[in-house]
């Protein structure tokens, strides 16, 4: 059974996620993707935590914008992929597809998510049942593809799709609303779908955070995980077409929308 895993989410810049992973053995923690450091500083100070840990999912400003200054506060160790080494000042170690990061009591299991940067990975949590996903998945829809290719990005999305089903998906930003909107465009026979947005819809009226999500709500809501499935295709009009054709028409219809 999963040990439940400790995790303080924190809004930063616009609709960013920074996230922290908390030890209750020795109140340290590791952060995921610091945007900016004032939040995490205020939450940890808060908290009473001892930072050990940076993580970055990939070099995009609004995810390591946080990083020098923590680092330089706490001593905590800058891990992001090594692909990007050379776009993440003050990296210390250079995480690689398969690698295994021990992170106080939890093993993160690095997940080369190539797409939405070429370097881009994810930090899966097995025994806690958690995947920290970037900007590679999100909530009911999928990153741009500013560096990679689409068939990196679904082979990527397709590997993330196959972890448990309970796996909750940490993202990185608060876009379900508006991928909401869009999918149900492109799958409006999907009845789960539909579901999911009026709750999604109810819980951004309230102002409540729609993540962490689930692998296997995704799995049956999110069109970006289904460009292999047959309803899917044919509701865009692909019909028995290659997946990352299907794919790539989805991403394209939505960098439109």
Not at 104 to 114: D, K, N, Y
């Amino acid at each position: 059974m999963a040990r439940e895993l400790s995790v303080e989410m924190i809004p930063a810049l616009t609709d960013n996620y920074i996230y922290l992973i908390h030890d209750p053995s020795d109140d340290s923690a590791a952060v995921v993707d610091p945007g900016e450091a004032a939040p995490v500083r205020a939450a940890l100070a808060a908290r009473g935590w001892r930072l050990t840990h940076i993580l970055n999912t990939h070099h995009h400003g609004d995810h390591i914008s946080g990083n020098v200054a923590l680092s330089a506060e706490t001593g905590a160790l800058l891990i992001g992929p090594a692909a990007d080494a050379h776009r993440i000042p003050g990296l210390r170690h250079g995480a690689v597809d398969g690698e295994t990061l021990k992170l106080g009591r939890w093993t993160a299991e690095v997940i080369a998510t190539p797409g939405h940067t070429k370097g881009h990975v994810a930090y899966y949590v097995p025994e806690a049942g958690a995947v920290f996903c970037g900007d590679t998945l999100f909530a009911l829809g999928c990153g741009r593809l500013f560096e990679g290719t689409a068939a990196e990005m679904w082979a990527s999305l397709v590997r993330l799709r196959a972890l448990p089903g309970d796996t909750r998906v940490y993202c990185g930003h608060e876009y379900t609303a508006a991928n909401a909107g869009f999918a149900t465009t492109v799958d409006p026979d999907n009845a789960a779908l539909a579901a999911r947005a009026r709750t999604v819809a109810a819980l951004a009226a309230a102002g409540t955070p729609t993540v962490p999500s689930t692998i296997a709500a995704e799995r049956a809501t999110n069109p970006f995980l289904r460009a292999d499935d047959a309803a899917l295709q044919a509701a865009v009009g692909l019909p028995g077409a290659d997946p990352v054709e299907v794919f790539a028409e989805l991403r394209h219809r939505k960098d439109r929308a």
